[in-house]
């Protein structure tokens, strides 16, 4: 028996070895960003691990910077996420419970139709949306928002399989007791839902922080860097001069860790969610 | 029980409709909703009638101009000057622009196809009025045929917007760019461009761009399977660590690793290319802990290919195993104990368990988005583009590096300086077609298919 303990014991404490070995090689890299963060630098190139020289510089820099107006970019994002987050949540959820809760002619066409169309790699239409909204002269920040909303009815399956998931007896019952099918959306649908309201929210909240494709070419026709968003932003900083060593990389850096923070906090919280969404669709197999 | 006595109208042709019924009826095969009208449900009548009013004049306006103008993409193809010989003038005529004609053309074939939706629903509504009347029931009133809205066609009332955001930024932007595939818009021809059917397609397969189009595809293929595979098998094996007895913090241990995916990959990707770099700190580490005696290029312009594409499905698993760990989580959470137990009980040692039981039955349930993933690595932009924006470059390939997939290349090709639009079009196409494929044979071998 006591070998048996010991020969557990042992493999509990090769197990922690590994897991904590893994853990290091995960977080290093973002340790090491974040200390790039305070490194002091002037060449545009962070080449060791440890920085040889700690400073504030780089987050004063990056708000006080002339060439890059960080601030703006931030609110920029702020509005547009703000925005985007209550109408593709609206959005995403209506078109989520509709397809799952509601039978009509038009329902397994629509899921074929929008299979079809996610298999498209979605750059193919950048140049078409490109030109849709130079037509209608919205290469700004609102039409940004469009194409964030506008793809938002194609982003139902998270919370298509969440809605699955709840009995339709409920809604029958309600039904028999004479409500209307709105009154089950409004009074039953939506408050059991609230765990996915939250999940679809917070998703379209963190996308425009990180989307830096449509928006680079969205935006950067203006030229105008008081109205780009903190995703195009940061990337066009590193990328407009050659390569990926400019002057200001160091405050790229610090920039990044500003806008990674609240988004690593809002993930951690989301994290739970996420996972439901995902294996709700899985789990029937 | 109040059994609900199923009601069943006997059904009506439109030919029956149309001998029988009174005016407005007939008079609502040419002017919509004017059957509605009657029935004084004027906000349909009048929804339907305004539309068709606005639909006509627009057509005979605007309408017309504009879907014959697509057959040719415009008239004028090159800048030239001519001799106008009312004025006796020289007039420079700049080329048409056959990027909008072709946009606005798709658009109107859109409002047209929606027209004929609409004049069908008018019909149908048509028919159903004429069918109550005939039967001498109760024609809904305007009122409840609004309310309606929020009962029976609940539907239809939450769908509009929704609908109207994918016409205009997913079905129209798809349909331009695919009509595109089959027009010589490239560097030759940045404006006017015209109608070349399979012209694109040529050059692509087995023209000028097929040297590099096979090899891309390969490494595409190459990558798509690897980076699945790595990022599934991996997250698994790292999820039943974490799951296993005695660990102690499950969920801290899982938040370490899923941090990772909370940093925007544009910015923990542009600093993995920095730590990878010939002069990075990873060089800078190995270098000072003598493990190598020079630096090595891992992704760069002067990167071995094999270095550089092994370097980016590693750098993948990164970023990707976390999130295959977080759903197996949830699986192995939920696995049935016991057939473990039973095998345990019959001497099974950890990785026979491991091979016979648990994995399979976690592979089972998650095949669906393992095909998903599939899908999504051979779309797999960010990792490449960030990483290694396609380098080492390759001097064999057209516009492409050697670790390039796909749709990187087709972004070079068309910001780039290759600038030929129609082959990226062309790809767009072709890696559908591929991901059509994939997902049609995977899901009819698995379950989920035969449930749904």
């Keep these: ?285 | 029980m109040f059994l609900k006595k199923k009601h069943v109208a006997p059904k009506a042709t439109y030919r029956e409709v149309w001998s029988k019924g009174d005016i407005a009826t007939k008079l609502s095969f040419f002017i919509m909703g004017s059957n509605a009208l009657a029935n004084k449900q004027w906000v349909k009548g009048l929804a339907l009638l305004i539309s068709e009013i606005v639909f006509i004049v627009w057509f005979i306006f605007s309408g017309i101009s504009t879907l014959g103008i697509l057959a040719t993409l415009g008239p004028i193809k090159s800048k030239k000057v001519v001799y106008d010989a009312a004025q006796g003038v020289y007039i420079t005529k700049q080329p048409s622009n056959s990027v909008l004609i072709l946009l606005f053309g798709v658009l109107a074939i859109i409002l047209c196809i929606a027209m004929i939706y609409l004049y069908i629903v008018n019909l149908r509504s048509t028919r159903h009025n004429y069918i109550l009347k005939r039967d001498g029931e109760h024609i809904p009133t305007n009122v409840q045929e609004l309310k309606s809205l929020l009962d029976t066609r609940l539907h239809a009332t939450l769908m509009v917007i929704p609908l109207l955001g994918i016409l205009f930024f997913t079905v129209l932007p798809t349909v331009f760019m695919i009509s595109m595939a089959f027009t010589n818009y490239d560097r030759q021809h940045p404006i006017a461009f015209s109608w070349t059917g399979f012209q694109a397609f040529g050059n692509v397969l087995s023209g000028d761009l097929a040297g590099t189009f096979f090899p891309v595809l390969g490494w595409t293929l190459i990558w798509a399977v690897a980076a699945t595979a790595t990022t599934f098998f991996f997250g698994v094996l790292l999820a039943m660590l974490i799951e296993s007895k005695g660990i102690k913090y499950k969920a801290f241990w899982r938040t370490v690793f899923v941090i990772i995916w909370a940093v925007p990959q544009f910015v923990s990707l542009l600093m993995m290319a920095q730590f990878l770099d010939y002069q990075g700190a990873l060089n800078n580490i190995l270098m000072n802990l003598h493990w190598i005696s020079s630096p090595i290029h891992f992704i760069d312009n002067q990167a071995s290919p094999l270095v550089a594409r092994i370097t980016v499905i590693l750098v993948n698993m990164w970023i990707g195993i976390p999130v295959s760990m977080l759903v197996s989580t949830a699986i192995i959470q939920n696995l049935p104990e016991d057939q473990i137990e039973a095998a345990k009980i019959d001497g099974a040692n950890a990785v026979q368990i491991f091979r016979s039981i648990t994995f399979p039955q976690i592979l089972f349930v998650m095949a669906p988005s393992l095909i998903q993933q599939f899908i999504g690595n051979i779309n797999n932009f960010n990792v490449i583009f960030l990483l290694t924006g396609g380098a080492p470059m390759n001097s064999k390939y057209n516009g492409a590096g050697s670790t390039d997939l796909l749709v990187t290349w087709l972004y070079n090709l068309t910001f780039g300086q290759e600038q030929r639009y129609n082959a990226s079009a062309v790809l767009g196409i072709l890696i559908f077609i591929i991901s059509a494929v994939v997902s049609l044979i995977a899901y009819r071998h698995t379950n989920a298919y035969k449930e749904g």
């Design chain 1, 1 to 285: 028996m006591k070998s048996y303990s010991n020969q557990r014991r042992l493999s509990l404490i090769f197990r922690y070895i590994l897991l904590a070995l893994l853990a290091i090689i995960w977080i290093l890299p973002i340790v090491w960003i974040v200390l790039a963060s305070f490194s002091y630098n002037d060449t545009g190139f962070v080449s060791t691990f440890w920085p040889e020289q700690f400073t504030l510089q780089n987050y004063v820099g990056i708000f006080t910077n002339p060439q890059y107006p960080f601030g703006n970019w931030i609110i920029n994002t702020l509005i547009v996420s703000l925005l985007s987050m209550v109408i593709s949540t609206f959005l995403t959820i209506s078109v989520a419970y509709v397809l799952s809760r509601l039978r009509f002619k038009f329902r397994k066409p629509f899921l074929q139709i929008a299979l079809v169309l996610g298999m498209f790699p979605g750059f193919m239409s950048m140049i078409a949306l490109y030109y849709i909204l130079k037509g209608l002269n919205m290469l700004n920040l609102f039409g940004l928002l469009l194409v964030y909303v506008g793809g938002a009815g194609l982003g139902f399956y998270v919370a298509k399989g969440f809605f699955d998931t709840i009995p339709r007896s409920i809604d029958e019952a309600a039904e028999i007791d004479g409500a209307t099918k709105w009154q089950v959306f409004l009074h039953i649908g939506l408050p059991l839902s609230k765990p996915m309201i939250v999940y679809t929210a917070l998703t379209a909240f963190i996308a425009p922080w990180t989307d830096f494709i449509f928006s680079g070419i969205i935006l950067s026709t203006s030229g105008n860097a008081k109205t780009y968003t903190v995703a195009y932003g940061l990337y066009n900083m590193v990328h407009t001069a050659k390569g990926n060593a400019t002057a200001y990389f160091a405050q790229f850096v610090a920039g990044c860790v500003i806008i990674a923070i609240p988004i690593t906090i809002l993930f951690v919280f989301m994290q739970k969610f996420y996972v439901n969404g995902i294996t709700a669709g899985a789990d029937k197999g």
